[in-house]
């Protein structure tokens, strides 16, 4: 019955009052922050643009940095050692896309939405659905990966048992409300000063750990490495070496090497990122945004390191494996060790509000792209761009959202949702950035091809994911089909789990080809007004009066 | 607080202004140069040294998990760890360059427009 008692040692009073202060202090700072705040598009998509560089910055790491970056990345390198850490590398190399390529040319072309960007020079109507078809796809997947996830830290830290679905239900209800909750009263505003509060929280978290650990070792990383190594026993000297995961035959690493390229050229992609970059007055504090989120991120992915590494030491691999939630116990295990109980309520509500923050994000990226590209632009075509009806549009949709999520977060409860946040980064890459790059630097580019990249690369993605061992055909090691979404079926063809190698390039090929083949004009003055507009960023500094 | 709500669409103000005069002169010729001349070397340099590393993590298993010295310390590691050098630097340049030689020019040229189009 251990097994099923969550963290063992783990205080389920200390755990909740921690979490229910952190709720309570950032409900606060939600409605101090909006205390005179204008009803318009433009206060709740993007606080006015009124946030400084290193502000965003830091929301930029809280957005960014989900609980599947903490526990997950934490626990994958102290059971699989350095195939852990690849992960953290493609995601922190990832932001040099964003800071050299998208950044600053889309705070200065867009407003609100990707699809601003996207359908600048385009036909309005098609290119603003499709914009927002992917970009709700994208943040579906994305939300419903950590709605999902919830439930499973619940086991893990509140002492909920693992079978308890009752009780993980609840938990994710209760998540949800408080999402809809930031977003209703705060807007991106709030939001934002959500996820400032939960980085800054996060990373000192991860700071104190790291140095503790070190401080064990008297600060020698070749001493901690060789304690993992021994504490693992037989197999630990795979730890120190890449391949304990993907090395196993030729097919598994060549999906590595498909998820190396979804993860470096997904992050770009992203809508919850890309908003952000709106958040800010000018490119310049956009580029400000972008280097203060690569430091801290970076840092953060340098801690993880230590913390796999140091719950490898100390906890040791068959303690993890053994606990409810296995890899993700990672780091509450070596909280536990290392502070007792009450530094594991910190963690728990630490992982907590990462997620609470992420899933903000996401709704109000989501909701801003359902209510300015669908309802404003297409079917009001443009009417009430921006005004009070639109907002009413977002505030209504953001509650759906959350009321989605809510109940595909307890219906995917329990179900592997490591894909679904793989997948988010797949349709980014392959439907998003294509399309992005294209439309900023490719003068023919058109709305044919724009169409074609967006709604092929989104389809091939999802096509290949369906018929890969993520949805059917995964054996167990007795040979039962049991490690797929799906189970007792095999209907895969499709040999990787990861789509990115295929779908990435054909993407960019079909964003050509649509183009070329097509007899759409591009528009050489509205391409002209768009690149000047994009390097030097005409009309929007003025936007901003405070 | 008031945010100017008039020029929500990409259409903007009453359009007295010849983007594509802009474009084709000199100086903005100049600005995009400068840029695309940073971006786009780097962007293929960064990549290819991230696929490097992927590669090599991948189908060289044995050269990352050689360990350096009586440590335990491998190839690998070392390697991880200047994709982090890497990243921050090429942050730290880009930054630099970009305050310096684009953001000067940048201005110039939005203040001209700015002024000519009202």
Same mark, same amino acid.
């Given at each position: 019955?251990?097994?099923? %008692?969550?963290?063992?040692?783990?205080?389920?009073?200390?755990?909740?009052?921690?979490?229910?202060?952190?709720?309570?202090?950032?409900?606060?700072?939600?409605?101090?922050?909006?205390?005179?705040?204008?009803?318009?598009?433009?206060?709740?998509?993007?606080?006015?643009?009124?946030?400084?560089?290193?502000?965003?910055?830091?929301?930029?790491?809280?957005?960014?940095?989900?609980?599947?970056?903490?526990?997950?990345?934490?626990?994958?390198?102290?059971?699989?050692?350095?195939?852990?850490?690849?992960?953290?590398?493609?995601?922190?190399?990832?932001?040099?896309?964003?800071?050299?390529?998208?950044? =600053?040319?889309?705070?200065?072309?867009?407003?609100?939405?990707?699809?601003?960007?996207?359908?600048?020079? *385009?036909?309005? $109507?098609?290119?603003?659905?499709?914009?927002?078809?992917?970009?709700?796809?994208? &943040?579906?997947?994305?939300?419903?990966?950590? *709605?999902?996830?919830?439930?499973?830290?619940?086991?893990?830290?509140?002492?909920?048992?693992?079978?308890?679905?009752?009780?993980?239900?609840?938990?994710?209800?209760?998540?949800?409300?408080?999402?809809?909750?930031?977003?209703?009263?705060?807007?991106?505003?709030?939001?934002?000063?959500?996820?400032?509060?939960?980085?800054?929280?996060?990373?000192?978290?991860?700071?104190?750990?790291?140095?503790?650990?070190?401080?064990?070792?008297?600060?020698?990383?070749?001493?901690?490495?060789?304690?993992?190594?021994?504490?693992?026993? #037989?197999?630990?000297?795979?730890?120190?070496?890449?391949?304990?995961?993907?090395?196993?035959?030729?097919?598994?690493?060549?999906?590595?090497?498909?998820?190396?390229?979804?993860?470096?050229?997904?992050?770009?992609?992203?809508?919850?990122?890309?908003?952000?970059?709106? &958040?800010?007055?000018?490119?310049?504090?956009?580029?400000?945004?972008?280097?203060?989120?690569?430091?801290?991120?970076?840092?953060?992915?340098?801690? &993880?390191?230590?913390?796999?590494?140091?719950?490898?030491?100390?906890?040791?691999?068959?303690?993890?494996?053994?606990?409810?939630?296995?890899?993700?116990?990672?780091?509450?295990?070596?909280?536990?060790?290392?502070?007792?109980?009450?530094?594991?309520?910190?963690?728990?509500?630490?992982?907590?509000?990462?997620?609470?923050?992420?899933?903000?994000?996401?709704?109000?990226?989501?909701?801003? $792209?359902?209510?300015?590209?669908?309802?404003?632009?297409?079917?009001?075509?443009?009417?009430?761009?921006?005004?009070?009806? =639109?907002?009413?549009? #977002?505030?209504?949709?953001?509650?759906?959202?959350?009321?989605? %999520?809510?109940?595909?977060?307890?219906?995917?409860?329990?179900?592997?949702?490591?894909?679904?946040?793989?997948?988010?980064?797949?349709?980014?890459?392959?439907?998003?950035?294509?399309?992005?790059?294209?439309?900023?630097?490719?003068?023919?580019?058109?709305?044919?091809?724009?169409?074609?990249?967006?709604?092929?690369?989104?389809?091939?993605?999802?096509?290949?994911?369906?018929?890969?061992?993520?949805?059917?055909?995964?054996?167990?090691?007795?040979?039962?089909?049991?490690?797929?979404?799906?189970?007792?079926?095999?209907?895969?063809?499709?040999?990787?789990?990861?789509?990115?190698?295929?779908?990435?390039?054909?993407?960019?090929?079909?964003?050509?080809?649509?183009?070329?083949?097509?007899?759409?004009? %591009?528009?050489?003055?509205?391409?002209?007004? *768009?690149?000047?507009?994009?390097?030097?960023?005409?009309?929007?500094?003025?936007?901003?009066?405070? | 607080?008031?945010?100017?709500?008039?020029?929500? =669409?990409?259409?903007?103000?009453?359009?007295?202004?010849?983007?594509?005069?802009?474009?084709?002169?000199?100086?903005?010729?100049?600005?995009?140069?400068?840029?695309?001349?940073?971006?786009?070397?780097?962007?293929?340099?960064?990549?290819?040294?991230?696929?490097?590393?992927?590669?090599?993590?991948?189908?060289?298993?044995?050269?990352?998990?050689?360990?350096?010295?009586? $440590?335990?310390?491998?190839?690998?590691?070392?390697?991880?760890?200047?994709?982090?050098?890497?990243?921050?630097?090429?942050?730290?340049?880009?930054?630099?360059? #970009?305050?310096?030689?684009?953001?000067?020019? #940048?201005?110039?040229?939005?203040?001209?427009?700015?002024?000519?189009?009202?």
């Amino acid at each position: 019955m251990r097994l099923a %008692a969550g963290v063992a040692g783990s205080n389920t009073v200390i755990n909740i009052t921690v979490f229910a202060v952190f709720v309570a202090i950032t409900l606060g700072v939600v409605l101090y922050v909006n205390r005179r705040r204008a009803n318009t598009a433009a206060d709740f998509y993007t606080a006015g643009g009124g946030f400084t560089g290193p502000q965003n910055g830091i929301a930029i790491s809280g957005d960014y940095l989900s609980a599947a970056s903490f526990l997950g990345i934490a626990g994958a390198i102290a059971l699989n050692g350095y195939d852990g850490f690849l992960f953290s590398i493609g995601f922190l190399v990832a932001w040099l896309v964003a800071l050299l390529l998208v950044a =600053e040319l889309l705070r200065n072309t867009g407003r609100y939405t990707m699809g601003d960007v996207l359908a600048f020079r *385009m036909r309005q $109507s098609p290119v603003r659905a499709a914009a927002a078809t992917s970009t709700l796809a994208v &943040t579906f997947f994305y939300l419903l990966a950590q *709605m999902a996830g919830a439930g499973g830290l619940v086991a893990l830290l509140l002492n909920v048992d693992a079978k308890d679905k009752f009780t993980q239900s609840v938990v994710i209800a209760v998540v949800g409300v408080v999402m809809i909750a930031y977003v209703l009263l705060g807007g991106m505003r709030g939001t934002t000063w959500v996820q400032i509060i939960k980085a800054a929280l996060l990373i000192i978290g991860a700071a104190v750990m790291t140095l503790w650990i070190l401080g064990k070792y008297g600060f020698n990383l070749s001493a901690l490495l060789g304690d993992a190594v021994k504490t693992a026993g #037989a197999t630990g000297d795979k730890l120190l070496a890449p391949g304990a995961q993907y090395g196993k035959n030729g097919t598994t690493k060549l999906d590595f090497v498909s998820l190396g390229l979804a993860l470096v050229l997904g992050t770009a992609g992203l809508p919850h990122v890309l908003m952000r970059f709106y &958040t800010v007055p000018n490119a310049r504090e956009a580029r400000r945004s972008v280097s203060w989120a690569i430091g801290l991120i970076g840092l953060f992915y340098l801690f &993880t390191l230590v913390l796999g590494y140091g719950a490898g030491a100390l906890v040791g691999p068959k303690a993890i494996n053994d606990a409810p939630g296995k890899v993700n116990s990672a780091a509450p295990l070596l909280a536990l060790q290392l502070g007792g109980p009450v530094l594991l309520g910190i963690i728990a509500a630490v992982a907590f509000a990462t997620i609470l923050a992420v899933v903000a994000g996401l709704t109000i990226t989501a909701s801003a $792209s359902f209510a300015h590209d669908v309802y404003a632009n297409v079917i009001k075509k443009g009417q009430v761009s921006g005004k009070a009806e =639109e907002v009413r549009v #977002a505030r209504v949709t953001a509650v759906v959202i959350g009321v989605v %999520a809510i109940a595909g977060g307890i219906l995917a409860n329990g179900q592997n949702i490591a894909f679904l946040v793989a997948l988010a980064f797949a349709v980014a890459a392959s439907a998003n950035l294509p399309t992005l790059l294209y439309s900023l630097f490719w003068k023919r580019f058109n709305t044919a091809g724009a169409l074609w990249s967006i709604y092929g690369g989104l389809a091939v993605t999802i096509f290949l994911i369906v018929f890969s061992p993520v949805v059917s055909g995964k054996k167990d090691a007795a040979g039962v089909l049991n490690q797929s979404m799906i189970q007792g079926v095999d209907f895969h063809w499709f040999p990787l789990e990861n789509p990115g190698i295929i779908s990435i390039p054909l993407s960019f090929l079909l964003g050509y080809l649509g183009t070329v083949l097509s007899k759409d004009k %591009a528009d050489p003055e509205r391409y002209a007004e *768009m690149e000047v507009r994009s390097l030097t960023g005409v009309d929007t500094a003025k936007a901003l009066v405070h | 607080m008031s945010t100017d709500l008039s020029k929500d =669409e990409p259409s903007p103000p009453p359009d007295v202004r010849d983007w594509e005069a802009v474009q084709s002169s000199p100086e903005f010729q100049d600005l995009r140069h400068r840029l695309r001349r940073f971006v786009f070397p780097v962007t293929g340099l960064f990549l290819a040294w991230y696929l490097l590393f992927v590669l090599l993590a991948t189908y060289a298993p044995a050269f990352m998990g050689a360990k350096l010295g009586g $440590s335990n310390i491998t190839v690998g590691l070392i390697f991880g760890l200047l994709q982090f050098v890497s990243t921050f630097a090429i942050t730290f340049a880009y930054v630099r360059f #970009a305050d310096r030689r684009l953001d000067p020019l #940048a201005g110039q040229l939005r203040d001209e427009i700015e002024e000519g189009g009202r």
